[in-house]
């Protein structure tokens, strides 16, 4: 524990970061350019179109992470500072790492990589696999320890995407598969290899208060108003687009409705717990990603929105304590139940839609489709033979189970990695705290407390 705060460990977390940013100053200066502009001035207004409809959406994206997420993980009461800085430190990490993955493997012309706004979005989205996977592990694990994780997800997440989206031509436009599955068991098995068997007794510092459950509603309540974002970013202007911001806003709605129903009727009092509503609320954005843009009738999406939720809340009250009994298995943030299964169900929820869709050969309910991320055709339903349609509902079946295989091994072996001592795991009694990481105001002042974050730790613990 004494080596855990050693100023020499700790200077580990700049040095690393230092040694990153300055390879990718390199990497930039090298390789990296802007996407050239058209030559036509009639294409020039075309690209002011595509910017001004994209930017505002790309906008949202970085208030729901920065701010949306960084809150929702503030509901450790001593714990604040951490997870929204480690949110914003990782968000910004695994973007440029990204950016620089991507860019050679796709963006690569003549010896340069061309980046434009389609390129930094679609890094950020691999970004935001390692923000949610870290939920599993919030608390317990030091910032280069959670860097580690971001550098070996990225260039997991983009192979992962590729096969399923490129080779197996799975359709989901708002990342239902690709991010959230691939995400929740990634993170799952980093906390299993990580934390192993043992079973521990619930840590002081890990009950939320009032005050930080408030916080972490906060940022449940930006996520929700921005969510629709995120999923019609990538989807084709017009019909799909629109298709898919009011299919969100429907799931979304029914989830936070039916979050308050569910979580009362569980409760033997009829109260509401916080954790319900801050996590069934988001789930409908989770689960109608793979079906947004599918002109699914408007009732689809409330249902979807209504199972997701009851999946969410039921997992909390019931599937979190039993799989920590039975497999000792730890989830801080309970990212099974808000991107887990709510994300196996909107996989479920693509395989049906696209059956029913067959079946309507006029094609005028599913009139069309837009592309999934990466995919360059567009699919007209009504065109789809039953044939055709049971291959792609496999496929997306096979997605998940892609989804959900790659991220569990690879999360497994990345847990493995973290177990390196020169990482420094914050011992047991010091997690869940930001006297580890920050210098804190009130500490300075108060005579009372040491110089190393330990002595700190424990003197705010006699004070509580």
């Not at 091994?409 to 990481?437: K, N, S």
Request: hydrophobic share 50%; with cysteine.
């Amino acid at each position: 524990p004494g080596m855990v705060v050693s100023p020499s460990t700790r200077r580990l977390l700049p040095l690393f970061l230092g040694l990153f940013q300055g390879a990718l100053l390199l990497f930039f200066a090298l390789f990296v350019t802007y996407d050239k502009p058209s030559a036509q001035a009639e294409d020039a207004s075309l690209v002011a179109n595509q910017l001004y409809g994209i930017f505002p959406l790309f906008q949202d994206i970085q208030v729901m992470l920065v701010v949306g997420l960084g809150l929702l993980l503030t509901f450790l009461p001593q714990y604040g500072f951490s997870a929204l800085t480690h949110n914003f430190l990782l968000l910004n990490f695994s973007t440029q790492w990204a950016l620089v993955l991507q860019g050679l493997l796709h963006h690569f012309h003549h010896g340069q990589v061309h980046l434009d706004l389609h390129n930094l979005l679609t890094a950020e989205f691999a970004a935001v696999t390692v923000l949610i996977s870290v939920g599993a592990i919030l608390g317990r694990t030091s910032p280069c320890q959670l860097l580690v994780v971001a550098a070996c997800e990225v260039p997991i997440y983009l192979a992962s995407e590729w096969a399923i989206i490129t080779r197996l031509g799975v359709l989901d436009v708002g990342g239902t598969i690709t991010i959230h599955v691939f995400s929740c068991y990634f993170g799952l098995g980093v906390s299993k290899a990580l934390f192993g068997a043992v079973q521990r007794p619930v840590h002081p510092k890990e009950t939320p208060t009032p005050r930080s459950d408030l916080l972490s509603l906060m940022g449940t309540l930006i996520l929700w108003v921005f969510w629709p974002s995120f999923v019609a970013v990538l989807c084709q202007p017009g019909d799909a687009q629109h298709h898919a911001i009011l299919n969100t806003f429907l799931a979304m709605s029914a989830s936070a409705m039916t979050t308050v129903v569910a979580s009362s009727l569980l409760e033997s009092d009829g109260k509401l717990s916080p954790g319900h509503l801050q996590n069934g609320s988001l789930a409908g954005g989770v689960a109608i990603g793979a079906v947004a843009d599918m002109a699914v009738p408007p009732v689809a999406a409330l249902a979807l929105g209504s199972f997701s939720a009851m999946a969410c809340v039921l997992g909390f009250r019931f599937l979190t304590p039993l799989l920590a009994r039975k497999l000792a298995l730890r989830d801080q943030c309970g990212i099974h139940n808000l991107h887990g299964l709510p994300g196996i169900l909107g996989a479920a929820a693509s395989a049906v839609a696209i059956l029913v869709a067959s079946e309507d050969t006029s094609g005028s309910h599913f009139s069309q489709v837009s592309p999934a991320r990466g995919n360059a055709s567009e699919v007209s339903w009504g065109q789809w033979g039953d044939h055709r349609a049971g291959r792609q509902a496999l496929c997306q079946a096979a997605g998940l189970a892609v989804a959900i295989g790659a991220s569990l091994l690879a999360g497994l072996l990345t847990g493995a990695v973290l177990q390196l001592p020169c990482l420094a795991r914050p011992p047991e009694r010091l997690c869940f705290d930001d006297l580890l990481y920050f210098k804190i105001q009130d500490q300075a002042e108060n005579p009372g407390t040491g110089d190393t974050a330990e002595e700190g730790a424990l003197a705010l613990k006699e004070r509580v």
